[in-house]
């Protein structure tokens, strides 16, 4: 049967979720969580929402799924090693250099991939795999399609699809328009989601083009568990309880009844949480402005609340066993779950004068007695002689200290065993300044004057490699390496055919590797036959992430822009290491072509502009499946600080060309090669001195 997975971002909601019929809920510490948003739980809090979610037989899993730094990686490991402590039946992750420590410390515990990863395909499957994940958690935005096909191709590993809850327009763990508008980062649990707000595309008012309805999978129940997928889940862990509540009801009926809820319950719940962004039909149809709830909304919540938290509804079936034979020694009580767990307790000695007569109906009725605990008796074996008597209060009194003793076994953390921190990965000196890269966007970019400057790597994306291979002739004649830039994102299997088709003429004109920031992606380069680079979606923030990359094959990888100039120095590197020193980020790569739904037609082979009511304006460019990229929209700019990250213990630095014309792309290089002292407009720095939280 499927598991109902609800989230718990609060104490509250914990309750929530169980009573009302959640197999197992997420949730997180203080720190280090892709959803700081939400309450979230302090140590002591946390022990008692484990302790709590045992005892009902509701399992827990501890999300631990922010990108995390070098110097956080040791309170990340202890955060881990005290939920199992508590008891934890896995840990969600996103950092792969997390993931290979907790390998090593934490061998028997359970790791889960974290949505974030971006496992859109088979081949990212087979990946999280080889690695060592027990369970995919898969992007919120693949069809049912998609869903069965990577499911299918995964086993014995499991998967597990969104079916509850908000939709980005962005492609998972690609999106940083929150932290580069100058708010939180989305990596670090802190989106501010400036994609709810209000833009315009080509000169048209489309209010919120980045902007979607809940997803909502109820109909399709059914055909997910035929599917084999593991596990069902909710999202948004910032939500009011209620709604934890409200979809654990729902959903946990489709599952275990196989039934679909009422039109008006539907109905009910379809206003309650519209101005949450509910609704029936969502896929990617833009949600509008958010309303606020009703009275009648209000009283619903209400009513939701009432129940969860007035009752005890999740009760574990036991079984009593009640031996009375003489009035010479005590009752002896006992009791077991269905999980095995077994508790004995005496009770009070046989006498004369006791209002309930041991009789093994009479004593039956009183072990039925178990309301407001979460245990319901199923079934109760006596052997008693009939002609004794006890005092039903002190028998009542034992049965609760046998029940309290049940509930200690059931809290009772398993033993799992501990290992050791690993230990740091080796430092890679430089000890020459690092090389210089550049990255391209368009055919008209690659002139033989920009070849002049002899460029390390020259990065193209795969599409362009394929279809015009000559622009590489002039960095060839100067020793530049050709590496292909491979799609952020990859989901069908025409797709897949797609992009080894290009591989195979971009592989048949002499290019040999690949830039990668997608694992399964990757995967299928690999297999081509090509070699890998890494870059920025792989979320290198750490040292043991470019080991992990290392071991799996990678010539060198790019860390996150997220990190300080500081981080960056003061990170071993066991790879070869590149950072981004000039031009605009990819903010987000978008599931839909925006340009599309704008003009009612796809003009993303021209690029686009998308204004925010700020007075940014955000290029956006075709991506691989009629998709988009939008760029930041300002430039990176370090052209005059280059021995601030030049002694950094780098490989290379990157310049990347985005939407700037051939002449741009000259006067920026002359810059940064020969110090020409030029200098765009909307620079910024970026985040390598303001760091994130």
């Known amino acids: 049967m499927l598991e109902l997975l609800v989230p718990a971002g609060s104490p509250e909601a914990v309750t929530a979720a169980v009573q009302n019929g959640a197999d197992a809920v997420y949730l997180s510490f203080d720190e280090l969580t892709g959803c700081r948003q939400a309450v979230n739980f302090s140590d002591d809090a946390f022990e008692a929402a484990v302790r709590y979610c045992r005892v009902r037989g509701c399992r827990v899993y501890l999300a631990l799924n922010s990108l995390v730094m070098d110097d956080e990686l040791q309170k990340a490991a202890g955060l881990a090693l005290r939920a199992q402590r508590a008891g934890v039946d896995a840990v969600i ?37 080889q690695l060592g994940f027990r369970r995919i958690f898969l992007p919120p935005e693949l069809s049912l399609e998609e869903i069965r096909r990577i499911t ?35 990596d670090r649990g802190l989106c ?13 008012w489309d209010t919120t083009p980045l902007s979607w309805k809940d997803r909502c999978m109820l109909p399709d129940i059914p055909a997910l568990e035929e599917a084999g997928v593991a596990c069902v889940f909710l999202g948004d862990r910032e939500s009011r309880p209620e709604y934890s509540a409200a979809f654990a009801q729902v959903y946990g009926q489709a599952i275990r009844e196989n039934q679909q809820p009422a039109g008006p319950d539907l109905e009910r719940l379809e206003s309650a949480f519209t101005p949450y962004g509910f609704s029936r039909k969502a896929t990617y149809e833009a949600a509008g402005e958010p309303s606020q709830p009703g009275r009648e909304e209000e009283r619903f919540c209400a009513e939701l609340r009432r129940h969860y938290t007035e009752s005890e509804l999740r009760r574990v079936p036991v079984e009593f066993a009640v031996s009375a034979r003489s009035n010479l020694e005590p009752i002896r009580l006992g009791v077991r779950d269905e999980d095995g767990h077994t508790a004995v307790q005496e009770g009070p000695i046989p006498g004369p004068g006791g209002d309930l007569a041991l009789s093994e109906g009479r004593l039956a009725e009183a072990m039925y007695r178990t309301a407001g605990t979460p245990f319901r008796c199923r079934d109760v074996k006596v052997a008693a002689a009939s002609t004794l008597s006890v005092n039903s209060g002190e028998l009542d009194a034992a049965r609760r200290s046998l029940l309290y003793k049940l509930s200690e076994e059931r809290a009772r953390p398993p033993e799992r065993k501990e290992g050791q921190f690993p ?11 690092p090389a210089v890269n550049f990255s391209f966007q368009t055919a008209a970019q690659m002139t033989p004057e920009m070849a002049a400057f002899r460029p390390r790597c020259v990065y193209a994306p795969l599409e362009l490699l394929a279809e015009r291979p000559e ?8 020793g530049t390496l050709p590496v292909a830039i491979l799609p952020a994102v990859v989901c069908t299997q025409e797709e897949e055919e797609e992009l080894l088709a290009l591989l195979d003429k971009v592989r048949a004109a002499g290019v040999e590797q690949v830039l990668a920031g997608n694992l399964g992606v990757a995967l299928l380069a690999r297999q081509a036959g090509m070699a890998l680079r890494g870059d920025t979606g792989l979320g290198v923030t750490n040292a043991y992430t470019l080991q992990n990359l290392a071991s799996a094959g990678f010539l060198s990888a790019t860390v996150s822009f997220q990190l300080t100039i500081q ?56 991506h691989f499946g009629c998709r988009n990229t939008v760029w930041a929209s300002r430039k990176l700019w370090l052209g005059d600080l280059t021995q601030e990250w030049a002694n950094s213990g780098l490989w290379a630095a990157r310049l990347v060309f985005s939407t700037e014309s051939p002449r741009e792309c000259l006067e920026v290089a002359n810059s940064y090669l020969l110090g020409t002292g030029y200098r765009p407009n909307g620079m910024t720095r970026g985040l390598y001195y303001r760091g994130v939280e």
Request: some cysteine; overall charge neutral; glycine content about 10%.
């Open 93 to 129: 992750l996103r950092d792969l250099g997390l993931f290979r420590i907790l390998r090593r410390l934490l061998p028997e515990m359970p790791l889960f991939a974290d949505a974030a990863l971006g496992i859109y395909t088979p081949a990212g499957a087979a990946v999280a795999a």
């Open 152 to 186: 299918q191709a995964a086993a014995p590993v499991e998967t597990a699809a969104y079916v509850q809850g908000s939709l980005c327009a962005c492609a998972q763990g690609l999106c940083h328009m929150s932290v580069l508008a100058g708010h939180g980062s989305a």
């Open 192 to 204: 501010a989601a400036p994609c709810r707000e209000t833009f315009t595309l080509g000169g048209r």
């Open 423 to 433: 230990p740091d990965p080796a430092m890679q000196v430089y000890p020459t300044l």
């Open 471 to 478: 622009v590489l002739e002039p960095f060839r004649e100067g």
């Open 567 to 622: 981080q960056i120095r003061e990170m071993p590197k066991p790879l070869d290491t590149e950072i981004l020193a000039y031009g605009r980020i990819p903010v987000m790569v978008t599931q839909t072509c925006l340009l599309k739904a704008s003009a009612g037609r796809c003009t993303c082979a021209t690029p686009g502009q998308m204004a925010d009511t700020h007075g940014g304006v955000w290029p956006v460019t075709r």
